[in-house]
């Protein structure tokens, strides 16, 4: 059973700079038994990132649409797993206020990190959250989970040409903030099938470009990379090839 200390050490194994801007992807069932169950693994990252700040997804593009277009940022839940929905009902955690794709945040700056996304109209849209991690050049963290749900990546696509992700026509959708207040916040949504399921192709070659660092937290496998080298690769695969993701 991991404790908080191994844990830790995990992650400094992985020479990560705790001032700096970490965006997690978690499998908790991957990670194995952990004493103090999902709290100590969010412990173990908001202590180290304690100096710099901690993002998770808050995402919650399965249950927000066209039959629920309401996304409350006090009470809809995340779809994309039991740690961020613990990570973002935690004291000091903040969410932005995007219909699908929110990030929920704790640490230095958070609340300006997380300011905007009411104005972002697509999933991943400049002057977003995600374009921010880019500026940051902010580590990713995949743990127990690959490329595949390396949400930044969908960002490339829109910023970088990418054919076919975002669909022609606005989904009226709305978040209801803090205050309590309404907001209407359309949204350019991603198409259908696939999704980021192809984006698992890219680790070949962001192991070739020597950029994916591989390491280990509790049971799980973990990529890390840090946002700008891979914007670069990833931009220069979409000029050569707009639909190279689009394909399996």
């Known amino acids: 059973m991991y404790t908080k200390k191994d844990l830790s050490a995990n992650l400094a194994a992985l020479n990560i700079e705790p001032r700096s801007t970490l965006m997690v992807h978690i499998s908790y069932r991957a990670v194995g038994e952990v004493e103090g169950r999902g709290d100590t693994v969010l412990d173990a990252l908001t202590e180290y990132m304690r100096p710099g700040l901690l993002v998770l997804p808050s995402h919650t593009w399965n249950n927000v649409g066209t039959q629920n277009p309401v996304m409350d940022v006090l009470y809809t839940p995340s779809c994309v797993g039991a740690l961020p929905e613990l990570f973002r009902k935690r004291p000091g955690a903040l969410r932005s206020l995007h219909p699908t794709h929110s990030l929920a945040a704790a640490g230095r700056d958070a609340a300006e990190f997380l300011s905007g996304e009411e104005h972002v109209e697509t999933p991943c849209g400049k002057d977003g959250v995600y374009y921010k991690l880019w500026e940051r050049d902010a580590r990713i963290l995949l743990i127990g989970v690959n490329f595949t749900r390396n949400t930044i990546i969908h960002g490339f696509?829109?910023?970088?040409?990418?054919?076919?992700?975002?669909?022609?026509?606005?989904?009226?959708?709305?978040?209801?903030?803090?205050?309590?207040?309404?907001?209407?916040?359309?949204?350019?949504?991603?198409?259908?099938?696939l999704g980021s399921e192809t984006f698992g192709k890219l680790e070949v070659s962001a192991l070739h470009r020597g950029i994916l660092t591989i390491g280990r937290f509790g049971d799980a496998d973990v990529r890390m990379v840090r946002a700008k080298p891979l914007r670069k690769m990833v931009a220069e695969i979409i000029k050569s090839d707009p639909k190279y993701l689009m394909r399996y």
Do not use: M
């Open 157 to 193: 696509e829109e910023w970088d040409g990418a054919e076919g992700t975002i669909q022609p026509n606005k989904t009226d959708l709305y978040v209801i903030n803090y205050q309590g207040n309404r907001l209407h916040t359309p949204q350019y949504r991603h198409c259908a099938p």
